[in-house]
């Protein structure tokens, strides 16, 4: 760990371009193996949507999730055209800018060898790499979401940026028109930017919200129009909402009216699904099933009939060897800053961004791919336990090797000397 530490002090430019070049060599190499095709049925909605807008400059009618997505796609389609394997090189160059975030985050956090641990620990993991080749709003949504972290996590011994709290909004507002769950992380960021007891800590909230609003506005205005109600971005969130199952043959129609008069149902639901979110193996992949395939592959050709996204004793025991150790180390780590003072402020901010999107998805439903978007920040965790973890192992273990002083007593008259 020390020749380590001291080479990436020695060079932390040349460190930081590794880190990017390591995992696009990874993510490049996996989607080769990936067949050119849509692996999940959702992908063939933006693809549609992203053509309509190039051809008529609409998403289109029958269109109702977020636009962000379809806008991104557009770009690409705009430059390579309609390519499915261009939608996934550009995503694996931004899986590898992602993976230089979070190193530059896990540097202003824990220093130079945390972020190169975090960088390094983002470029290899499984779950990191397989989003490259989801052609999902997940990839994109995540690295809008580290760059704003980034933008509220000052330089040591500096004071936070209004600029920076700004630019923060700006970007989690689009990541909102992307993944609609963001709303929550801007809640919850406000309350850490009120807790941080800044002066100026009202002024830092309104810029928070003040650019967030300059994105998601605009698009809540044209829903108004559309939809005749003010939509908070995504316009079936009420759909999601789980239905109360008052007895086996009694379903209500009304989902809010249901929870709202069985709150401990709903406690049981929410209960059941925080716990859910952390399950370390995925789950609850629709795609698992081969008539479910069969059936989209009918309806556009291009969703594989075949698919690795799927669970299975390999996923399986990938992704328990992977997360398990990553959420052990994420636990030392968050103990370690805790009792740092110093380090209280980002932690809270770490676990305010993880928690406030582990929250908002229980409410509704939880899955394995949900939780991705705020791996990130338990990859960053992980890396200051790893470091904390071999400084305490390197302390004892010198302390076990330290020479211990022989005491000497001579004994009168008997020269006789004793240690």
């Known amino acids: 760990m020390k020749s380590f530490a ?5 060079n932390w430019r040349w460190t930081v371009f590794s880190i990017f070049s390591i995992a696009l060599l990874i993510r490049v190499a996996f989607i080769l193996t990936l067949q050119d095709g849509f692996y999940f049925p959702d992908s063939v909605e933006y693809s549609q ?32 055209g309609e390519s499915i394997f261009a939608i996934r090189m550009v995503e694996s160059v931004m899986g590898a800018l992602l993976a230089v ?5 896990g540097k202003r956090i824990g220093g130079e060898v945390v972020g190169a641990l975090a960088g390094i620990l983002w470029s290899i993991y499984p779950i990191g790499v397989f989003i490259a080749g989801l052609v999902y709003p ?10 704003g972290v980034l933008c509220l996590l000052p330089y040591p ?15 989690w507002g689009l990541a909102a028109l992307i993944v609609p769950i963001v709303l929550v992380i801007i809640g919850a960021t406000s309350l850490w930017l009120i807790w941080r007891g800044q002066v100026k800590r009202l002024v830092l909230v309104s810029l928070l919200f003040l650019g967030s609003a300059l994105t998601i506005v605009p698009w809540t205005i044209r829903d108004f129009y559309v939809y005749d109600q003010i939509v908070a971005v995504e316009p079936r969130v009420v759909q999601h909402l789980p239905r109360m199952l008052i007895a086996p043959e009694n379903v209500r129609e009304n989902k809010v009216d249901a929870i709202l008069e069985h709150p401990g149902l709903f406690a049981a639901h929410f209960g059941s699904e925080f716990l859910h979110f952390w399950r370390l193996s995925p789950d609850r992949i629709q795609m698992d099933n081969q008539s479910y395939r069969e059936k989209e592959h009918e309806k556009d050709g291009r969703v594989i009939k075949k698919t690795i996204f799927s669970t299975g004793n390999l ?3 990938v992704s328990i060897l992977s997360t398990g150790p990553l959420f052990f180390f ?36 939880t899955k394995t791919r949900y939780r991705i978007p705020i791996e990130p920040y338990i990859v960053i965790l992980s890396a200051y336990g790893l470091r904390e973890t071999w400084l305490a192992l390197a302390r ?3 302390y076990g090797m330290a020479p211990v002083k022989a005491e000497v007593k001579v004994e009168a008259g008997a020269g006789e000397v004793r240690g």
Do not use: D
Request: glycine residues 8%; positive net charge.
């Open 6 to 10: 001291n080479a990436v002090s020695r």
């Open 315 to 317: 996923i399986n025991a």
């Open 138 to 147: 997940t990839g994109i949504m995540t690295m809008l979401l580290a760059c």
């Open 396 to 398: 004892r273990l010198t």
């Open 101 to 105: 975030i979070i190193a530059l985050i």
């Open 157 to 171: 011994q500096q004071e936070l940026s209004p600029k920076g709290v700004f630019l923060a909004g700006v970007l």
């Open 49 to 80: 949507a992203a053509v309509n807008l190039l051809t008529n400059g609409e998403l289109g009618k029958a269109y109702n999730r977020p636009p962000g997505y379809p806008v991104f796609l557009a770009g690409i389609y705009m430059i390579f």
């Open 330 to 365: 994420a636990i030392i780590g968050t103990a370690a800053m805790w009792f740092q003072h110093e380090r209280r402020r980002e932690l809270w901010l770490l676990w305010a961004t993880i928690l406030s999107v582990a929250v908002g998805y229980s409410i509704f439903y």
